[in-house]
Every structure is written in C-alpha cells, then in structure tokens.
C-alpha cells in the first residue's frame, strides 16, 4: 500500500510500536502544557511527571518561554516532550526548523504535510536528536462545514475519514514517523500503514467530563482511542481542571488499562 514501501520499519524505535508490551497505562497519555508561562509548565510537569508518558509543549508556552522550557522538561523529566509547533513553509526553512528541533531533546515534533512528496526525507533519516516527526491530518475542532467552506472536494466533506487517511499517505510518502489524528480514523490508518507508524490522537474525553458545547468536535473517549490503535492520546481539560489532577490522570490509566 502507499507508503508501505518507502518507508523501513526499523528506523521507528521501539518505544513507538504497540508491540512493546513492557508500555505502562499511563505511557499513553500526553498532557498539554497549555499555559503562559514557564513556571507554571515546571509545576505541572512537577505534580504530573510520574503520571503521563509526555508534555506537549505548543505554540503559546514556546513562544512565551522559547527552547529553554524544552530543556527544562527534558532534565526534569527525562525524554518526555511533545514539541506542538505544526510547522508549515517552504521546504528548506522546514528542514532548518526540523534540525533545530531535534537538537533540544524533543521526542517528537509536529508539522503539517499539506506540500507532499519528499520534502521530510533527509531531515528524517538525518536526525541528531532522534526526534520523531508526527504530521497534522485534520484538526478536531473541524467538521463537515468548514471543510466545505475551506474548498474540499464534496468527498472529504461527506467523509473526513478518507480526508485523513490520504495525509497519512503523503505523509508517510514524505518520510514522517507517524500522524495526529482523531480516534475515529486510528484503527484505518495503522491497517493501512501499519503498527510502527505511530498514531496520536487530540480530542480526547474520558465519559465522565464529556458535556454539551465542547469546542472538540471530533472526540473520542481513551478507552476507545487506545483500543482502536492509538499510541498517545493528547487529554488536557479533564485532568488540569480537576481537582486532583495527579488523581484524574490515575482514572484516566485505569481506563486505558480496560482497552489494553
């Protein structure tokens, strides 16, 4: 199938494959750090360290705080940093970026793959800092609508699925390590890709937070992401809102724990 053959499964690293047995519940949980400054990302990372596999770090705190909270995270808390930029422009500047990445200790960075073919290859084969790159498939705040307004073929509007599973194409084509997409499209893009292609999925909603009016439109619970193929699982409102966060990340793993 696409993609299949132009990609070796042993440059992914084992702690990406659903293989590794020795993955512990709450290793498939990613915490945003969605905050505005360093030392409250420091006090999350220190109340949760031992409760999730990974911090994403996206676009607010890296702006606010620059590489330096990704170091800090390092050394606090070992290899464990989602670098969220979605990087997007021409392909040498991609490639800049990407090598920069990699030097801080990320393990893994995100970028869109809208340009296709090859522009990722050399920079993925040629990674000093063993950063995994995850590209953006659709985000989960968007549905039918906009995807009609935003000018995609009436196909992808009646069938974001299909939307989704043609950027996990390009993408593993382009040379990327794995893809951000919904719970709903997992289980078809590691059938067709297969299970060292790594799959990480936003949207997430444990049933005892989902409620009417959530700005996610596309959410699945982490029972059923896990269950239906994802790696990592991004679930940030329902454990930093609780009242006891490192206890709402405990509920969370028992769930996983049910799907595994």
């Known amino acids: 199938m696409a ?6 499964p042993g440059r992914v690293p084992a702690f990406s494959q659903r293989a590794d047995l020795k993955r512990d519940a709450k290793d498939y949980i990613v915490f945003p750090l969605d905050v505005p400054t360093s030392a409250e990302a420091m006090e999350l ?40 930029l979605k990087l997007h422009d021409i392909p040498a500047t991609m490639r800049r970026a990407l090598l920069s990445a990699s030097r801080h200790g990320a393990r893994f960075v995100t970028v869109h793959c809208d340009q296709g073919g090859n522009l990722l290859r050399d920079v993925a084969e040629n990674n000093p800092g063993g950063t995994q790159i995850l590209a953006v498939s659709l985000l989960t705040s968007l549905g039918a609508e906009d995807l ?9 509007v009646r069938d974001p699925s299909s939307l989704v599973l043609e950027k996990a194409r390009i993408a593993s084509e382009a040379g990327c390590h794995g893809l951000i997409c919904s719970g709903h499209e997992a289980a078809r893009v590691k059938r067709e890709l297969g299970e060292a292609f790594v799959v990480m999925t936003p949207g997430i909603r444990p049933e005892w937070t989902l409620v009417a009016g959530d700005d996610q439109k596309r959410v699945v619970t982490p029972r059923k992401a896990v269950a239906s193929g994802a790696d990592y699982i991004v679930i940030g409102r329902p454990i930093r809102d609780a009242k006891d966060p490192a206890e709402a990340a405990r509920r969370i793993a028992g769930e996983i724990s049910a799907a595994l």
């Open 45 to 84: 990372v220190r109340l949760l360290g031992d409760h999730v596999g990974l911090f994403k770090v996206g676009l607010e705190l890296f702006i606010a705080s620059g590489p330096d909270i990704v170091r800090a995270i390092h050394d606090a808390a070992g290899r464990k940093v989602f670098l969220d």
């Open 3 to 8: 993609g299949r053959s132009s990609r070796s």
């Open 148 to 156: 009609e307004r935003l000018g995609h073929r009436e196909a992808y």
